[in-house]
């Protein structure tokens, strides 16, 4: 059972910067895509990030231009580097990880076989 762990999140001002880790283990030898979903009060899960095991990436257009994921496969961990933070990036953002198809993104929670705890995000205005 791969587990996944997020941390990093915290209280920032509008137009601050903030990066949130994840890092995913019992995974020995596997391969994950991984994906960086958020939810704010009395919203759904929506998609922000994903990243296949070789590094390709996908983004929300909401965080398109703002938002940087990466991955250190070596330490098996990805990076969600958010800059020009807006107050409506207030969410708990989760990690997600896709064993099935490591060199596909998703942007569709349902494909995700793991899933952290998340982590806050506040924005400040």
């Known amino acids: 059972q791969v587990q996944v762990v997020e941390s990093g999140g915290g209280l920032v001002q509008d137009g601050g910067s903030l990066r949130l880790s994840c890092a995913a283990s019992r995974c020995t030898f596997c391969m994950l895509a991984m994906g960086w979903f958020r939810q704010a009060p009395g919203k759904e899960r929506e998609f922000a990030a994903a990243i296949t095991w070789n590094g390709a990436t996908d983004y929300a257009d909401s965080v398109k231009g703002r938002f940087t994921i990466s991955r250190d496969n070596a330490k098996n961990t990805v990076y969600l580097q958010m800059n020009s933070l807006k107050p409506e990036d207030t969410a708990v953002y989760y990690c997600?990880?896709?064993?099935?198809?490591?060199?596909?993104?998703?942007?569709?929670?349902?494909?995700?076989?793991?899933w952290g705890q998340g982590t806050q995000v506040t924005v400040s205005s």
């Open positions: 997600a990880a896709d064993r099935t198809r490591p060199f596909s993104t998703s942007n569709n929670p349902h494909e995700y076989d793991y």
